[in-house]
């Protein structure tokens, strides 16, 4: 089983920077999918990224498509999500997230990190 835990995020101004973490525990994370969704006041939560368990297919959200880059690193049992020219609809708590390989749905979720896009 897998186990996430996601940090980086923090406050910035419109059109700033953040690296969002995802540390993944398990032997098996070689094995799992891994998204990133959000989550907005008020709102339901939103499908972001995502990147396959070979780390070759990566798909977007259009809304963040250009902006926003999802990595993986098999060493260090991390994935990323690299957030440019943040705008303040950029504003959630975000979460990490896995699913087995050949699995449709995500069944294992991080505790979330907030992200605040000041205008």
């Known amino acids: 089983q897998v186990q996430l835990v996601e940090s980086g995020g923090g406050l910035v101004q419109t059109g700033g920077s953040l690296r969002l973490h995802c540390a993944a525990s398990g032997r098996t994370f070689t094995t799992y999918g891994m998204g990133w969704f959000r989550q907005a006041p008020g709102k339901e939560r939103e499908f972001v990224a995502e990147?396959?368990?070979?780390?070759?297919?990566?798909t977007y959200a259009e809304s963040v498509k250009g902006r926003f880059t999802i990595s993986r690193d098999y060493g260090e049992n991390t994935v990323y999500l690299q957030m440019n020219s943040l705008k303040p609809e950029d504003t959630a708590v975000y979460y990490c997230?896995?699913?087995?390989?050949?699995?449709?749905?995500?069944?294992?979720w991080g505790q979330g990190t907030q992200v605040t896009v000041s205008s």
């Open positions: 997230a896995a699913k087995y390989r050949g699995a449709t749905n995500y069944d294992i």
């Open positions: 990147v396959g368990w070979t780390g070759v297919r990566t």
